[in-house]
């Protein structure tokens, strides 16, 4: 069975840093690129980035609105992803949900399995 | 700001027929990308509902059915039940953004 279980949310300042993790568990987890997805209270989803699998390079990728702040990066022998955050925002605050991103055979990727989300609030 | 448009809120009857539009462009939807649909029931994280625009993940109900045609998509609910009062998302990728995965506005869908 596949799980993505998020951690490491919780109350920051604005400004400062927070990283989390995502563990994996049920699939191979250096096979599949890994990416995070956000949703801010009562709002929708928000794609944050992704990062590919290393046989695609392990490069990342990442929304306007986190680029040059955020990073993704992965430990495979640990079946982890992370996202590292900082100079953090007030707007940053909402719940952060690990996903597996995948291509089951279409044109363009899709989240098959989403994590329980960690809740992070960037508040002074 | 989502490059993906939906209704704000669909509703209907126990047993009705309701459907849920995603209007995108021709650098994403029209450009030829699958569309993805997702459910998000309250408090819960979303689940994969349709994928590859018309296909359903195994243990999902044939009561949805997903479509797609120029720059739009749809989602259909038959015989809708409870239990299906949800926020629902669509998903594509759009090429006018580096790497960019993007979802749609959500749409909240009520059961009368």
């Known amino acids: 069975e596949v799980q993505l279980v998020e951690s490491g949310g919780g109350l920051v300042q604005p400004g400062r840093s927070l990283r989390l993790s995502c563990t994996a568990s049920?699939?191979?987890?250096?096979?599949?690129?890994m990416s995070w997805v956000r949703q801010a209270p009562g709002k929708g989803l928000e794609w944050v980035g992704f990062i590919r699998s290393k046989a695609y390079g392990g490069t990342t990728e990442y929304a306007a609105s986190v680029k040059g702040r955020f990073t993704i990066s992965r430990d495979d022998s640990k079946s982890i992803a992370y996202l590292q955050m900082n100079s953090l925002k007030t707007e940053d605050t909402a719940v952060y949900y690990c996903?597996?991103?995948?291509?089951?055979?279409?044109?363009?990727?899709?989240?098959?399995?989403w994590g329980q989300g960690t809740l992070v609030t960037v508040s002074s | 700001q989502s490059v993906l448009t939906q209704p704000p809120s669909v509703s209907g009857a126990p047993g009705q027929r309701v459907t849920i539009s995603c209007t995108g462009s021709?650098?994403?939807?029209?450009?030829?990308?699958?569309v993805h649909w997702y459910q998000q029931l309250p408090g819960t994280a979303p689940k994969l509902l349709i994928y590859g625009n018309s296909n359903r993940p195994s243990g999902v109900p044939d009561r949805f059915s997903g479509s797609k045609s120029g720059t739009s998509a749809s989602l259909a609910i038959t015989g809708l039940q409870a239990e299906d009062e949800a926020d629902y998302y669509c998903?594509?990728?759009?090429?006018?953004?580096?790497?960019?995965?993007?979802f749609g506005t959500g749409t909240k869908v009520t059961v009368l």
């Open positions: 996903t597996r991103r995948s291509a089951a055979g279409t044109r363009g990727k899709l989240y098959d399995y």
């Open positions: 998903q594509s990728y759009d090429s006018s953004l580096s790497g960019s995965d993007v």
């Open positions: 021709s650098s994403n939807i029209g450009a030829g990308y699958d």
């Open positions: 049920g699939f191979t987890f250096g096979d599949y690129a």
